[in-house]
């Protein structure tokens, strides 16, 4: 305007370190964001389960992080969200499978079996190392237990919980297979013979 006089040097400075200052806070947002988002992203992976894409988004939020703009306090923040996502991930994957595996015993299919003891075993060491509880791996390793001895019992042959039974069997009366008491003392005294089991005094009566 007329008769205004031109910023000092001083002033024109300190406008122009405003206006820096907000630029490079509007960048450093913009990275917050985009940390905050890819770390959202991690959910839908984690709650599928997917292990391997929560893995691979899981390295794309640590590079992220990297960014030396980046705020430390919102990097420790952002990195252990990151973790607990992760740790999520696999700990569902392995109780999946675990689950999996002890359904497929009960089925009696030892391919499947395998494969899921197989996938939770995997799954389970990665938790571990992600720091899941001790409590989760002592549980998951019962179920893998469970399914490792639940099934495929199956013999021709007799087996230590059921022996053979070597006790001859009893005749099957009912189908005539031996002749009952009465009938074979009727058809001894017919032929003039003791009965089965008579006294002695009986028997010399019967000759």
Not at 84 to 91: G, I, P, T, V, Y
Not at 154 to 160: A, E, I, R
Request: hydrophobic share 40%; with cysteine.
């Amino acid at each position: 305007m007329f008769g205004s006089k031109p910023p000092s040097g001083a002033q024109a400075a300190a406008e122009k370190k405003a206006r820096e200052q907000e630029a490079e806070a509007r960048k450093v947002e913009a990275i917050k964001n985009s940390i905050v988002a890819a770390v959202e992203g991690m959910k839908a992976h984690a709650y599928a389960p997917a292990p391997d894409r929560c893995e691979t988004a899981a390295k794309r939020v640590t590079e992220l992080l990297k960014n030396p703009k980046a705020p430390k306090d919102f990097i420790t923040e952002m990195r252990a969200r990151s973790d607990e996502l992760l740790k999520s991930c696999f700990m569902k994957a392995a109780s999946e499978a675990s689950a999996g595996a002890l359904q497929a015993a009960h089925h009696d299919d030892k391919e499947l079996r395998a494969k899921k003891i197989g996938e939770a075993k995997k799954h389970l060491a990665r938790a571990i190392q992600l720091k899941a509880p001790p409590e989760f791996k002592l549980a998951c390793d019962r179920a893998l237990e469970a399914a490792t001895m639940t099934g495929f019992v199956h013999h021709d042959g007799p087996t230590k919980a059921k022996p053979a039974d070597f006790a001859p069997k009893p005749p099957n009366r009912a189908h005539g297979e031996a002749p009952m008491k009465f009938e074979e003392a009727a058809k001894a005294v017919a032929e003039g013979k003791p009965a089965p089991g008579a006294p002695p005094k009986l028997a010399m009566a019967a000759r």
